[in-house]
């Protein structure tokens, strides 16, 4: 939810990350240039007579060998300048083109959460809701086969005998509209089921907890029986959003187990009575190892995760999906250790099965995006770019991690909303005091429509092994499909600690908690401070030593680009080469190519050096060119028939 991740958990106390915000030049860098072949008009004069008698399908060696034999080897070696040279690669890559295919999972479809805004002049429209142009957009550019989230506001949908009947039938149907378009494009729908409405809580405050579970159970059941029973659209029910806040909820843990195990009977009584599948989950707290009362990672067990899937074992409650969301700058941060040495998908997997439920059941992360404990960060702005970046990264390492699906968190921008949200996590936004009030995209924006652009089938075993760098590989049919990008995390020595900070022992964590109160953590991660100066364990002066290298490592990176040499085996034929990028444009970014060249008599083998700027992200397509006519007659920019893209200026 509204709450980041950037924290460090020790014996209990929550120690914030107090460094500033790290700030860096963006240079302009000119990519590398594939190599072409040399015309013998653009050499200088002294070797123009031999360069005319070099024919003009020779190679570029054979030329400068010609030059070598008519004019000497001082003439050769300056012609041999004149000639294109591919950039030194920093990161070599090799793909067997004819090696393992899987489907590409489906954390990679594009998927985002259609919150924003907080306000509209038209009063039946869903006030949390993102904008309809916003969304409209979206399913004609993207599509809707992905998994979107939607909070369904109970307090919206049922207003009370006094509220305007007409005016909440419009807002029930504007919902439905979405789910109806989700749901016939072949995505999922998680409906977050929040709110109380007025009259059936506690408090009048749509965030209390029911004040009659059994008219908070008919009306869940209700609610669910017209939308999954009747229209049968293909819906995941969430229970409630981000219970573990008071902002969100304002009852105690046993009020969201009571309020979850109504709803699981609901839903359990229509699966009875309609024979269909209908799954219920949760609990979406604010981190997986959140409770109502605060937790570290270093007691996962007392976590509000652990305490639902218990409850829903004992009493045999449908518990179809875990969900939670996870706010950060760090884009392994799935990869964080706990103390029983698992990661966290292995542990919840594992109480699962402790608890008799399929420990295959879908984890999902259902609400994340880039974070560093601020609601308003230029990465998400001025700077959108760093977020684009980040988004393809993090997608990686969530499915390294075991994670199923994602919701990235929002379509747009909160500004003025009547609950007074206010951030700029949208991949839209928008002027409140222009006269349209249009959403404009931000470069994350192209990041899903890269995303979008990605064959059927993915190359499991392409990695760079980079910390930095790395690259998705697909294909379908013929074509191949390489997304590439350069994301530096800024906090990256603070996130390697976080990461691993359940590996440490009380000793070790007391050192570390030490070093934080007498402001040194920082110092010996930067270099100011030698680590093997300070009084600490062996194993904790590891974890700084590395942590520090991290740092060095992306302090170098800030201003310099990485050249990639990929090169593709059994690869074979004519293709057509087109490249997008995201490269320092933060907002209504053109998606066109920006580079395009016919590649011919491809045989065995087919090398391409990538230069990536920081933070920049590059799509390549090789489109395999059967005939001449084909060729012509395809999309120009190379882009999945029956989508519509819009190209801005």
């Not at 209990?12 to 240039?33: E, M, R």
């Not at 008698?53 to 004149?82: C, D, F, P």
């Not at 869903?126 to 409209?136: C, K, R, V």
């Not at 993090?394 to 929002?410: A, D, P, Q, T």
Request: net charge neutral; charged share 25%.
């Amino acid at each position: 939810m509204l709450n980041s991740r950037t924290k460090v958990f020790l014996s209990g106390i929550c120690v914030t990350g107090l460094f500033a915000y790290f700030c860096f030049n963006c240079g302009d860098f000119s990519f590398a240039q594939g190599v072409k072949q040399a015309s013998v008009q653009e050499t200088e004069q002294k070797t123009a007579a031999a360069l005319k008698q070099a024919s003009e399908q020779k190679t570029e060696q054979e030329a400068a060998q010609e030059i070598k034999q008519e004019t000497g080897q001082e003439a050769a070696q300056e012609a041999q300048k004149l000639l294109p040279v591919a950039p030194k690669p920093d990161i070599e890559f090799k793909l067997d083109i004819n090696s393992k295919v899987i489907p590409v999972p489906r954390i990679f479809s594009p998927s985002i959460d259609l919150s924003g805004r907080g306000y509209h002049k038209d009063q039946a429209w869903p006030y949390h809701i993102a904008d309809s142009q916003s969304i409209e957009r979206w399913r004609k550019d993207i599509g809707f086969r992905g998994v979107f989230r939607i909070r369904w506001n109970l307090w919206d949908t049922n207003r009370g005998k006094k509220a305007d009947k007409s005016l909440q039938e419009q807002t029930i149907a504007n919902y439905e509209k979405i789910i109806k378009e989700i749901s016939d494009s072949g995505g999922i729908v998680i409906v977050s089921l929040y709110g109380t409405p007025p009259g059936l809580g506690r408090a009048l405050d749509k965030r209390s907890p029911p004040s009659s579970l059994k008219q908070w159970k008919a009306l869940v059941k209700n609610t669910v029986r017209y939308l999954s029973c009747t229209k049968r659209y293909n819906i995941w029910y969430e229970v409630w959003d981000a219970p573990d806040t008071d902002n969100f909820f304002l009852g105690l843990k046993q009020d969201y187990l009571n309020l979850y195990r109504y709803a699981a009977e609901a839903v359990k009584e229509l699966r009875r009575e309609n024979k269909l599948d209908i799954p219920i989950g949760g609990p979406a707290v604010t981190w997986w190892f959140q409770n109502f009362d605060g937790n570290t990672v270093l007691t996962p067990e007392k976590s509000l995760i652990y305490e639902l899937i218990k409850f829903c074992s004992r009493y045999k409650l449908p518990l179809d999906f875990i969900s939670w969301h996870a706010y950060s700058t760090d884009p392994e941060v799935e990869k964080e250790a706990t103390v029983y040495n698992k990661e966290v998908s292995e542990l919840i997997r594992d109480w699962l099965s402790f608890f008799r439920f399929n420990k295959n059941i879908p984890l999902v992360i259902d609400e994340w995006n880039y974070d560093s404990g601020t609601n308003l960060l230029d990465e998400r702005g001025s700077e959108s770019y760093v977020c684009a970046s980040y988004i393809p990264a993090r997608l990686k390492n969530m499915s390294k991690s075991g994670i199923n699906y994602e919701v990235f968190f929002c379509l747009e921008d909160f500004q003025g909303d009547k609950d007074e949200i206010n951030n700029n996590r949208g991949i839209f936004f928008y002027d409140p005091k222009s006269a349209e009030c249009k959403g404009v995209p931000k470069s994350m924006y192209n990041a899903f429509l890269m995303l979008g652009q990605l064959g059927d089938n993915m190359y499991s075993g392409a990695d760079t092994n980079d910390e930095f760098v790395n690259l998705l590989v697909t294909r379908e049919k013929e074509d191949i499909v390489i997304l590439a990008w350069n994301y530096i995390d800024a906090y990256i020595g603070r996130s390697f600690i976080s990461r691993n900070i359940a590996l440490l022992g009380e000793k070790e964590r007391n050192n570390l908690l030490k070093l934080i109160k007498e402001d040194k953590l920082d110092k010996l991660i930067n270099g100011e401070l030698a680590i093997d100066a300070v009084s600490a364990p062996d194993k904790l002066k590891s974890l700084l030593k590395k942590a520090g290298e991290l740092k060095r490592r992306s302090s170098e990176l800030f201003t310099k680009p990485i050249n990639i040499k990929i090169t593709l085996t059994n690869i074979n034929g004519d293709y057509i080469y087109q490249r997008y990028a995201v490269d320092y444009c933060s907002s209504d970014c053109p998606f066109s190519p920006v580079e395009e060249k016919e590649l011919t008599g491809i045989n065995a083998a087919y090398e391409e050096t990538l230069t990536l700027n920081p933070y920049s992200l590059s799509l390549i397509k090789l489109k395999k060119k059967t005939d001449a006519a084909q060729a012509a007659q395809g999309n120009s920019r190379g882009l999945r028939p029956g989508r519509e893209y819009l190209e801005t200026k």
